[in-house]
C-alpha cells in the first residue's frame, strides 16, 4: 500500500495534469468574453499558435502595407493610394512602348496626351497603362485591317455589278465618266471618301450618272468636245439587245433568205449577240 506522502505526490501530478489540459484546451475561457468568440481566433486551436499570430503579426507591422480606403473616402484618399502603387506623379511620367504596335497605332500626340491624362486619372501604374495601350492597339489593328478587308470587296463588288450592266462596254463607259470630270477639272472627285470608306468614284450609282452625264454630253457636242481620254462609244448588254431586237424584227432582211441584204443583217445580229454575252 502507498504512504501517504506517495498518495499525496500522485494527487498533486493529476491536479497538475487537468490544469495544463484545461490551460491548452480551453485557453479562450480565459480570454475576455468581449473577444472570444471573434472570428479571427476560430482558426486558433491552441497557446501556441495564438502566440504564433501574434508574433507574425508584429513582424508584419513595419510592412509596407497600402490600407485601402472605405465607402466614404476622398479623392485625395485614393490619389494615396494610388501614389503608393506606383502611379506616376503626372501624366507625363508615363513612358509607353509604341515599339509593339507598328502601323496599327492610330494613336497621334494629341491622342496619346489624352490617353495618358486618363490612364493618371484612373490611377494606372506605368505597367497597368502600358497593358491597356499594347490591348487597345491590337484590337483597333484588327478592326481596321477588318474595315480595309470590308471596303475592298465593297469596291470588288461595285465592279462586278457595273461589269455585269455595262458587258464589253464596261471600259468604254469608265473612260467616259472620267471624261466628264476632265471636261469639268474635277477629277479630284472621284477620290472623295464615303461613309462606307469607299471612294466616290467607285460607288455604282456616281459612275452611272457620270456616264449618262457623258453619253448626253457626246450626244449634243461631240466626242472631240471631251478632254481627257476618248472612248470607243460601245454599247452596254441593254443597248446591244434593243439593237439585235431591231435587226431581228418581224418582215426583216434577217428573216428573208433571198434578200440581197440578208447577211449583213446575221453577221451584225451575231455581232450584239456577243456583246450581250461578253463574248
Known amino acids: 500500500m502507498m504512504s501517504e506522502e506517495q498518495v499525496a505526490e500522485v494527487s498533486a501530478e493529476a491536479t497538475q495534469s487537468v490544469e495544463e489540459t484545461q490551460g491548452f484546451g480551453d485557453w479562450r475561457d480565459s480570454i475576455p468574453a468581449e473577444v472570444r468568440d471573434h472570428t479571427s481566433l476560430r482558426h486558433i486551436t491552441d497557446v501556441g499558435a495564438l502566440?504564433?499570430?501574434?508574433?507574425?503579426?508584429?513582424?508584419?507591422?513595419?510592412?509596407?502595407?497600402?490600407?485601402?480606403?472605405?465607402?466614404?473616402?476622398?479623392?485625395?484618399?485614393?490619389?494615396?493610394?494610388?501614389?503608393?502603387?506606383?502611379?506616376?506623379?503626372?501624366?507625363?511620367?508615363?513612358?509607353?512602348?509604341?515599339?509593339?504596335?507598328?502601323?496599327?497605332?492610330?494613336?497621334?500626340?494629341?491622342?496619346?496626351?489624352?490617353?495618358?491624362?486618363?490612364?493618371?486619372?484612373?490611377?494606372?501604374?506605368?505597367?497597368?497603362?502600358?497593358?491597356?495601350?499594347?490591348?487597345?492597339?491590337?484590337?483597333?489593328?484588327?478592326?481596321?485591317?477588318?474595315?480595309?478587308?470590308?471596303?475592298?470587296?465593297?469596291?470588288?463588288?461595285?465592279?462586278?455589278?457595273?461589269?455585269?450592266?455595262?458587258?464589253?462596254?464596261?471600259?468604254?463607259?469608265?473612260?467616259?465618266?472620267?471624261?466628264?470630270?476632265?471636261?469639268?477639272?474635277?477629277?479630284?472627285?472621284?477620290?472623295?471618301?464615303?461613309?462606307?470608306?469607299?471612294?466616290?468614284?467607285?460607288?455604282?450609282?456616281?459612275?452611272?450618272m457620270l456616264v449618262r452625264i457623258g453619253e448626253f454630253l457626246r450626244d449634243r457636242t461631240g466626242e472631240d468636245s471631251f478632254a481627257g481620254p476618248k472612248t470607243s462609244i460601245g454599247m452596254t448588254p441593254d443597248e446591244a439587245k434593243q439593237r439585235l431586237d431591231d435587226l431581228t424584227a418581224p418582215n426583216s432582211p434577217y428573216w428573208d433568205p433571198r434578200h440581197p441584204e440578208r447577211q449583213w443583217y446575221v453577221n451584225e445580229a451575231l455581232k450584239y449577240r456577243q456583246m450581250m454575252t461578253g463574248e
Open 51 to 208: 502566440a504564433k499570430s501574434y508574433v507574425h503579426a508584429q513582424q508584419m507591422i513595419g510592412a509596407d502595407k497600402v490600407a485601402i480606403p472605405g465607402k466614404h473616402a476622398t479623392a485625395d484618399d485614393w490619389n494615396e493610394v494610388y501614389t503608393r502603387l506606383g502611379r506616376p506623379e503626372d501624366p507625363n511620367g508615363y513612358e509607353l512602348d509604341t515599339s509593339t504596335v507598328g502601323d496599327t497605332n492610330v494613336m497621334d500626340d494629341g491622342t496619346l496626351n489624352w490617353y495618358k491624362q486618363v490612364a493618371h486619372k484612373a490611377g494606372l501604374t506605368p505597367q497597368q497603362a502600358q497593358v491597356v495601350f499594347d490591348e487597345y492597339n491590337q484590337l483597333t489593328g484588327q478592326q481596321m485591317s477588318q474595315v480595309g478587308q470590308d471596303v475592298e470587296t465593297r469596291i470588288s463588288q461595285a465592279e462586278m455589278e457595273l461589269k455585269r450592266e455595262f458587258g464589253s462596254a464596261f471600259d468604254d463607259r469608265m473612260q467616259l465618266g472620267s471624261s466628264v470630270l476632265a471636261e469639268f477639272g474635277a477629277e479630284e472627285l472621284s477620290e472623295i471618301e464615303l461613309a462606307d470608306g469607299t471612294r466616290l468614284g467607285d460607288n455604282p450609282d456616281a459612275v452611272r
